[in-house]
């Protein structure tokens, strides 16, 4: 199959660039919540209940986890849940790296776009890797929505500068790429492959 190159990539952190946190983290964030090892299904659940709230910055840190936990943690209760949630989700994937820092060397912007609450996307702005490689980045937690709402993907398409049908969006959910289609977007559903990355950016 023929690939034509975008001129510009907007890519997903978290299952893209983002490594997914390991069953031993969410272990360690259960214990941190005070949650019993045997009950981290049922944290689990209560955790991604309220999250979308908590990315869209709707919601207070104190008023995420008051409602994951049922009661509202301490100050210095609510700083190590903090820490631990936020390490979870600032892994990167040396292989996507590896990728990308090609992309940047063939000339093409790279915007990142993510569901990510205030503090996630200030940690994301810091690292290393996003100041060196990315143009822009577009977070939830700033624009007060997430997505897969179309709203949030004409923001990043926005700060492309680009025309849609020239922008590749990666992403590591169907529902994502189906609505980067929706505005004319290409798009790849990414599984964790490199190198069918590297391919559909024609490196």
Do not use: I
Not at 37 to 66: G, L
Not at 79 to 92: P, Q, V
Not at 160 to 187: I, K, Q, S, Y
Request: charged share 20%; net charge negative; proline share 5%.
């Amino acid at each position: 199959m023929k690939h034509t190159a975008p001129s510009t990539v907007v890519l997903d952190f978290n299952g893209v660039l983002g490594l997914q946190p390991t069953e031993a983290m969410w272990e360690n964030l259960t214990a941190t919540a005070g949650w019993p090892a045997d009950q981290s299904d049922y944290f689990k659940a209560a955790f991604w209940n309220a999250r979308d709230a908590y990315d869209a910055d709707t919601v207070t840190d104190a008023e995420f986890w008051t409602a994951v936990l049922g009661t509202e943690p301490a100050p210095h209760h609510l700083d190590e849940l903090r820490a631990a949630d936020t390490a979870m989700w600032t892994r990167t994937d040396d292989r996507v790296l590896a990728v990308l820092r090609r992309v940047r060397e063939a000339g093409l912007p790279l915007v990142l776009l993510s569901n990510a609450p205030r503090m996630l996307a200030d940690a994301l702005d810091d690292t290393h890797w996003q100041r060196q490689l990315f143009t822009d980045a577009v977070y939830s937690a700033r624009l007060g929505l997430c997505k897969p709402d179309p709203a949030a993907d004409q923001q990043a398409l926005a700060a492309t500068g680009t025309a849609p049908e020239h922008v590749l969006f990666v992403g590591d959910r169907l529902d994502n790429c189906a609505t980067a289609r929706e505005l004319g977007m290409n798009a790849l559903h990414f599984t964790g492959d490199a190198t069918e990355l590297a391919t559909a950016l024609s490196l």
